[in-house]
């Protein structure tokens, strides 16, 4: 089960806008495991999932037939890929909706854990509550997070977006 706080109708047309700009500029992130012949598919899917859904539904959604048996270094794919997949993506796109929310509207973001994880990174310990404030702090993390290629390139990778750390933005309410 996944707990996305500050998932409403703002932070979805965020999400799809987001999700409309890497589409319109050739950016979108295809799964490595995903056979070419679902991409279409799944790029369908992510988006009705971003305008009225879950990880959960998505995830329904994404039978075997969408995965690769096995990666490009011939080693099998993960059972729980769909899984993966689907939080993954949701996830990415809602940390960047939030960024953008808080950017816009001038709130302060925190990392908390939307999924549960039966082995926690101590990375991911030490990141969580950890708040951000700074908008220029936070229109680097949307630039760098809206660049996959960088994101992924990056040697030290930011914990936030890591495969299966299970760790999400969430607005700081006032007190």
């Given amino acids: 089960m996944y707990y996305f706080p500050n998932l409403d109708e703002k932070t979805r047309q965020c999400m799809l806008s987001e999700l409309e700009l890497d589409m319109a500029k050739g950016l979108f992130y295809d799964p490595l495991s995903m056979t070419s012949s679902y991409l279409l598919t799944y790029r369908r899917l ?10 959960e539904t998505l995830q329904k959604k994404l039978t075997p037939a969408f995965f690769r048996q096995k990666d490009r270094n011939g080693r099998k794919i993960s059972a ?3 899984q993966m997949v689907a939080f993954s993506d949701f996830n990415r ?3 960047r909706a939030l960024l953008v929310r808080a950017i816009r509207e001038n709130k302060k973001l925190s990392i908390y854990r939307a999924k549960q994880s039966e082995n926690v990174r101590k990375e991911s310990c030490a990141s969580l509550n950890k708040v951000y ?18 994101l992924f390139g990056l040697k030290n990778q930011p914990e936030l977006l ?14």
């Fill in 46 to 55: 992510l988006k009705e999932c971003c305008i009225n859904g879950t990880p």
């Fill in 162 to 175: 890591k495969p299966n750390s299970g760790l999400s933005l969430q607005f700081v309410e006032k007190s």
């Fill in 80 to 82: 729980n890929i769909s």
């Fill in 133 to 150: 404030s700074d908008k220029m702090q936070m229109q680097q993390m949307l630039e760098l997070f809206r660049d996959y290629r960088r």
């Fill in 93 to 95: 796109y809602y940390v």
